[in-house]
């Protein structure tokens, strides 16, 4: 799951468009669905970034606020070529960030991630996945060789609650979470934070013990959760499930900081 980015005041317009397909897709292009993308997010990774939010999720997070992009529906075909010259236009300003593909899943579309990190990369720009990790199985060798930074969510850490926020098993994540360390991919730990839901102490408790296991861990994320995607529910005629919780405040996150510091781990 991603934040919507942000634009920092007076640069690029971070303005979510669908990009126009393509006339045909070349012989030998790889080829993906593309929800929409940013054009200078702040908060999907380092610096300004290029990101791209893939179509199709296999989860069904019951605090999703980008709903729209769980199937592929009012997805555009691209091919990998292409959207890596879409983020070229922005190189002055994302010269110290890079591209992040985030979802919806990426990983629903592995060989479509892999070949735009190897465009971005040939062209000199940093990359970085942003992932549930449900799938990482799917993302082989030469996929993460080309990835500079995983922004690795995990949704809960007791596994009951994790299956019952989600909807899938949390095992597939934490096998992704050690291989990415084994291979010393640099990975940030985003936790979404949701009132009377994820933000039981044992469950912080634990996901902060874990973190801090972990040797390739550069940063950890609180996300607070927030009503921004109610509208997007409602425009979709979809059920949104959390609409009595309020949400999260910063004494909530605050609380949250300090439990994560009680094991060890700074939490942002």
Request: charged share 20%.
């Amino acid at each position: 799951m991603s934040l919507c980015a942000l634009a920092s005041a007076g640069a690029c317009p971070a303005v979510a468009v669908t990009p126009a397909p393509p006339a045909s897709v070349p012989a030998g292009a790889v080829a993906g669905h593309v929800h929409s993308v940013e054009t200078c997010g702040s908060v999907d990774g380092p610096g300004l970034r290029f990101v791209v939010f893939l179509a199709g999720c296999p989860m069904r997070c019951v605090y999703c606020h980008n709903p729209d992009t769980q199937s592929r529906a009012n997805a555009t075909v691209r091919t990998a070529a292409e959207v890596v010259r879409d983020a070229l236009r922005y190189r002055n300003f994302i010269r110290n960030g890079g591209i992040t593909v985030s979802g919806g899943e990426p990983l629903m579309q592995p060989a479509f991630v892999r070949a735009i990190f190897e465009e971005a990369k040939a062209a000199g720009l940093h990359t970085a996945l942003d992932t549930s990790g449900c799938l990482g199985d799917l993302a082989d060798d030469t996929l993460l060789e080309a990835t500079d930074l995983v922004l690795l969510d995990i949704k809960s850490w007791e596994p009951d609650l994790y299956r019952s926020v989600t909807g899938v098993s949390l095992e597939p994540t934490l096998r992704f979470a050690r291989r990415l360390e084994a291979k010393g991919v640099p990975a940030w730990i985003r936790f979404v934070l949701v009132p009377g839901i994820t933000d039981g102490e044992e469950n912080i408790r634990g996901l902060a013990r874990y973190v801090a296991g972990l040797g390739n861990i550069e940063r950890v994320e609180i996300l607070p959760f927030h009503k921004m995607g109610e509208p997007k529910y409602q425009a979709l005629g979809l059920p949104c499930k959390l609409t009595d919780i309020p949400a999260a405040t910063e004494a909530d996150v605050a609380r949250a900081r300090c439990l994560f510091a009680a094991e060890g781990v700074a939490a942002e």
